[in-house]
Nanobody
Framework: QVQLVESGGGLVQAGGSLRLSCAAS????????MGWYRQAPEKQRELVATITSGGSTNYADSVKGRFTISRDNAKNTVYLHMNSLKPEDTAVYYC?????????????????WGQGTQVTVSS
């Protein structure tokens, strides 16, 4: 199996910056696309940014120009650099990955979620 662990969340003032990290761990797996999603209280989970194995990126309009997604394939890690943070960015941020698992009774493509990390932006 594969585990995704997020880190880097916290409390920051409006206009500040944070960098989130998500590291995948396990054995006998490879990762295709990775992404960041967020969910505020009483709201649906929404896509923030995605990145393919080849480095192509996609961003939600609300974060375009402020957030940057990147990945280090050697470390199986995806990052989200968040600049010019706004109070409306406050949410739990979740890492997501499409993973091909090789070492299992039923090998194949699986989708995994991290446990989430809280980002709070104060005004």
């Amino acid at each position: 199996q594969v585990q995704l662990v997020e880190s880097g969340g916290g409390l920051v003032q409006a206009g500040g910056s944070l960098r989130l990290s998500c590291a995948a761990s396990g054995s006998s797996f490879s990762i295709n696309a990775m992404g960041w999603y967020r969910q505020a209280p009483e709201k649906q989970r929404e896509l923030v940014a995605t990145i393919t194995s080849g480095g192509s990126t996609n961003y939600a309009d609300s974060v375009k120009g402020r957030f940057t997604i990147s990945r280090d394939n050697a470390k199986n890690t995806v990052y989200l650099h968040m600049n010019s943070l706004k109070p409306e960015d406050t949410a739990v941020y979740y890492c997501n990955a499409d993973v091909f698992v090789k070492a299992t009774l039923v090998p194949g493509w699986y989708n995994y979620w991290g446990q989430g990390t809280q980002v709070t932006v104060s005004s």
